[in-house]
């Protein structure tokens, strides 16, 4: 049923889809890239790696960042006005290990109570402790102390809860190609992070379900990896790549066994690890940005997204020709989301839980950001093709509220729904801001209100 028109990049109108009652709608931010306060908490390795000259591109760091700790009842007022049921938060293992650090998530846990947005916090983006270290398994048992401590002070009041985000990309980019902190380059050597991070995870949740929580998932990154050619090296390289980005970490979470081949790479006894892993979700955290096209490898190294492909990789990565870009060089393909979900269901069947997209969003310059409100106008429109097609959907978050410190790249790329002025901290909701708020009021006149 179609129940308003939405205005797309070149001021056109088409109609907007209606989502099911119950749908949840959300934006997402984490606690490195927003929040400050630097002083207040302990050192994370994202600290010790931009304190290197040369790890960020503007040699920018998080120490203020968007100041959210001294101003976070201005962004709830910016959650409550925007009209989002959830905001997905991330909390500071630094920060919970330093004296009050976990006051301040209590009082930003009742800030949002009050403005009846519901608190979704996830527990583990990135900021590790600096004195830690995923590649010993002992991080994962005292990551599920830390969530237990978490869990004993908010879980009053947290329904819903996230382990960790992206450890992929933490894995890739922080370990195996040294462009995230803690800025190793490990390559394939990297894989016991992998594992001892999917271990912490599985610890999480046993640690949250004794807290009584009944609402637990995990926000992974996924995207359709797409063959250069229909040539054999080719798709073996596709193949190879899909294993490292999509099932290395959901086949071990999904079906509690690691790819083929896979399993003998890992450290200590994988198959005890794996029963631990694989604790039962609640739902399945999806963050999808665009495909990847992938081919044999090259002999060159490659920039992607980013990052510094090695040369010796078994595959490269290739251009998408033929679509937009963002801001960041991103290609913009909003069916990839609906061929990445109807493709999990296909292969994991009754396994995989009810989906939510917590994360979805584009790095654009600008105030008047009509590009942004037609890349989220076009992902919202693929998500509900996924429902249409069969696949249990429950929500969807925006990447981000508020631009923020994007990791290496600095305070060069702005993904935020508010722009923020770095050097004042002045927050003003740009046009995309209005048009997200203005589909959720849509949406409530159609019965999708969440309590």
Known sequence: MI?????????????????PAGFLWGVSTSAHQIEGAADLRGRSVW?????????????????????????????VALLAGLGVDAYRFSISWPRVDSPGGLDFYDRLVDELCAAGVRPVPTLFHWDLPVALDWLERDTAARF???VSRVAERLGDRVGTW????????HTLLGHALGTHAPGRRLLFDALPVAHH??????????????AGAADVGIANSHGPT???SREQADLEA??????????LFADPLLLGRYPEGVEALMPGDVEADLRVVAEPLDFYGVNYYAPTRVGAPQGTEIEFGGASMPAELPFSVRDIEGVPRTDFGWPVVPEGLTELLTGFRDRYGDRLPPVVITENGCSYEGVDDHARIAYLDGHVRALHRALEAGVDVRGYFVWSLLDNFEWAEGYARRFGLVHVDFATGRRTPKASYRWFRDLLR???RTGTRTA
């Open 238 to 247: 596709a193949d190879f790549y899909d294993l490292l980005l999509n099932r």
């Open 162 to 169: 996230i382990t960790l985000n992206e450890p992929a990309e």
């Open 47 to 75: 600290d010790a790696f931009t304190a290197e000259p040369g790890r960020v591109k503007d040699s920018s760091t998080a120490d203020v960042a968007c100041d959210h700790y001294h101003r976070y009842r201005e962004d």
């Open 197 to 210: 991070q999917l271990l912490a995870h599985g610890l999480a949740v046993q640690a949250l379900r004794a």
């Open 144 to 146: 599920a102390a830390y």
């Open 3 to 19: 129940r308003r028109m939405a205005i797309d990049e070149r001021g056109a109108t088409r109609p907007t889809p209606r989502f």
């Open 226 to 228: 797409w063959p250069a």
């Open 442 to 444: 849509a949406q409530r």
